[in-house]
């Protein structure tokens, strides 16, 4: 059994591979629609670590979705960019696992609009860091949503971070 655990708010700690079986499960129910592959990474700081939480999000587009959540702890990140890099790798890891399963499966990744939502924005302190993470993201083949329509980290991933 795999030791990458996800939350699901109904459904409690599931590996990874029932995360995305609870994924195509979730497609399965309703095949008429679309749907987009969401994951954003947020983190946060407390008593000399970091709390980050990595959020999948399926959504059934114009009728809601569901997500998972996995939080994992780090030594305090030096820098602001260091923890900005941290959260995008992040999100590329868990993107590029569940693409990889999707591959295999008899759905292919193109059906399925998969998005990476970086916790960045045009205003504040990670306005210097967008060109450099939405790269990273596209360059790797995934669309990169930055705030304020990156409601996978800034929302989602934000709220598991406290």
């Known amino acids: ?34 749907y987009k592959l969401v994951v954003g990474t947020d983190s946060q700081s407390a008593e000399g670590r970091v709390q980050f939480v990595t959020a999948i999000i399926v959504y059934r587009v114009g009728k809601g979705g569901r997500f998972f959540y996995r939080r994992t702890r780090e030594p305090q990140s030096r820098s602001l960019r260091q923890r900005i890099y941290l959260e995008t790798a992040k999100s590329l890891d868990v993107a590029s696992r569940i693409t990889h399963m999707l591959a295999e499966t008899d759905y292919l990744v193109d059906e399925m609009d998969v998005e990476i939502h970086l916790d ?43």
């Open 1 to 34: 059994m795999s030791k990458f655990y996800f939350i699901s708010p109904s459904r409690g700690r599931l590996t990874i591979e029932e995360t995305f079986k609870n994924i195509i499960n979730y497609v399965k129910e309703a095949p008429e629609y679309q």
């Open 120 to 162: 960045v924005g045009r205003h504040g302190s990670t306005s210097n860091m967008v060109k450099e993470v939405v790269g990273m993201v596209t360059g790797s083949g995934y669309g990169a949503k930055i705030k304020p329509d990156s409601y996978g980290a800034s929302k989602v991933a934000d709220k598991y971070t406290k």
